[in-house]
């Protein structure tokens, strides 16, 4: 029987994090999905959303812009379009993408509006993040 879970969140601009964890809340696709060591081998998708994981008394929040988890007993690698922990979120960063996406979407004859929506929603979701600081 596994008793940890090494949790690896893996981006196209690089590695977020590999470490050994207790317990995993991802932001599935269906709704939130939690992760104990043991868990049934799974791959489902992710939304954008925030994913926490347990460590003892520590709890991490990390942003996760779309993606896959691949669950396996002992093992859940996240595979997201793009990743940050909540301390590396840069808050003024994704304040001006709130700004721009909700400008964008006043004009959506000119701009994609699902781009605009998608962009506003990720924007919205690492502010949310980053309020939620590592707990020891
Ligand atoms: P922006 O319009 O500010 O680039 P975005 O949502 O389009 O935001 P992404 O495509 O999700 O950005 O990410 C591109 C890269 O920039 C990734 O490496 C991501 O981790 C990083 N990134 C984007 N926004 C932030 C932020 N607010 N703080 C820290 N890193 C960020």
């Known amino acids: ?8 969140i893996v981006t196209p601009y690089g590695h977020v994090f590999t470490g050994e964890v207790d317990e995993i809340v991802a932001s599935g696709s269906d709704g939130e999905l939690g992760i104990l060591p043991d868990h049934i081998p799974l791959i489902t998708t992710l939304k954008i959303g925030m994913l926490t994981y347990r460590k ?12 896959y988890a691949e669950i396996g007993p002992d093992r859940v690698t996240i595979i997201a ?14 304040k001006k993408a709130m700004q721009r ?3 964008r979407l006043k004009q959506i004859e000119k701009f994609d ?12 979701m690492r502010i949310q993040v980053a309020e939620k600081q590592t707990a020891r």
């Open 1 to 8: 029987m596994a008793e940890k879970l090494t949790l690896d």
């Open 56 to 67: 003892g008394s520590e709890t991490a929040h990390f942003f996760v812009n779309w993606g």
């Open 81 to 94: 379009d793009s990743a940050e922990k909540s301390e590396d979120i840069d808050v003024e960063r994704a």
């Open 101 to 103: 996406a909700e400008e």
């Open 113 to 124: 509006e699902g781009r605009a929506r998608a962009a506003l929603e990720r924007s919205m």
